[in-house]
T-cell receptor, first 116, second 110 residues
Framework: DADVTQTPRNRITKTGKRIMLECSQT?????MYWYRQDPGLGLRLIYY???????NKGEISDGYSVSRQAQAKFSLSLESAIPNQTALYFC???????????????FGPGTRLTVL | EDQVTQSPEALRLQEGESSSLNCSYT??????LFWYRQDPGKGPEFLFT???AGEEKEKERLKATLTKKESFLHITAPKPEDSATYLC???????????FGGGTRVLVKP
């Protein structure tokens, strides 16, 4: 079984609809992240969470919200979807390594979201 | 602001034709440089982390190196299964955000 799972894998929706993307992990990591990927723009951070009580905005959080329901679950919501939110969305997890060195992020398989 | 630039954007290789991918970066203190491989429609797969200039890491036909301004991913005698997009990312000394480059799409033809 995959360590990081995302549901749904594909979603087509209409402008104005509320959408929730879900991420679950079995790696036991404390840190979870949401990214979007657009052609030519690379991966950009939307939100991140270092534990259940910690939520932080990334570089492109406008139009999105998140919920950390448990250590293993982190969901991303689009309250009112718009066409320029059409993208690939990835969840990632990491665990702080000893010595304070850069922690490695492990990515889920992604959700392809299309907003019509 | 941290910046990562990868070149070339795309690379076509014949099987067995070795080459290198470049990742140039500017960051306020480097806490880690990461290489990922991404296949179409899939999530990035972790390859390497480099922490300091002069460090090298190898995995099968891939070797990553790091200087103070750039990192190289060398692909030796590539096979068609090495075809993928390779992503580079940096983490600054202060803060927790990864900055990704745009990636290099590699196509290895048999």
């Amino acid at each position: 079984d995959a360590d990081v799972t995302q549901t749904p894998r594909n979603r087509i929706t209409k402008t104005g609809k509320r959408i929730m993307l879900e991420c679950s992990q079995t790696k036991g990591h404390d840190r979870m992240y949401w990214y979007r990927q657009d052609p030519g723009l690379g991966l950009r951070l939307i939100y991140y969470s270092f534990d259940v009580k910690d939520i932080n905005k990334g570089e492109i959080s406008d139009g999105y919200s998140v919920s950390r329901q448990a250590q293993a679950k982190f969901s991303l919501s689009l309250e009112s979807a718009i066409p320029n939110q059409t993208a690939l969305y990835f969840c990632a997890t990491s665990d702080w390594t000893s010595g304070g060195m850069g922690d490695t992020q492990y990515f889920g398989p992604g959700t392809r979201l299309t907003v019509l | 602001e941290d910046q990562v630039t990868q070149s070339p954007e795309a690379l076509r290789l014949q099987e067995g034709e070795s080459s290198s991918l470049n990742c140039s970066y500017t960051v306020s203190g480097l806490r880690g440089l990461f290489w990922y491989r991404q296949d179409p429609g899939k999530g990035p797969e972790f390859l390497f982390t480099l922490y300091s200039a002069g460090e090298e890491k190898e995995k099968e036909r891939l070797k990553a190196t790091l200087t103070k301004k750039e990192s190289f991913l060398h692909i030796t005698a590539p096979k068609p299964e090495d075809s993928a997009t390779y992503l580079c990312a940096v983490r600054p000394a202060a803060g927790n955000k990864l900055t990704f480059g745009g990636g290099t799409r590699v196509l290895v033809k048999p």
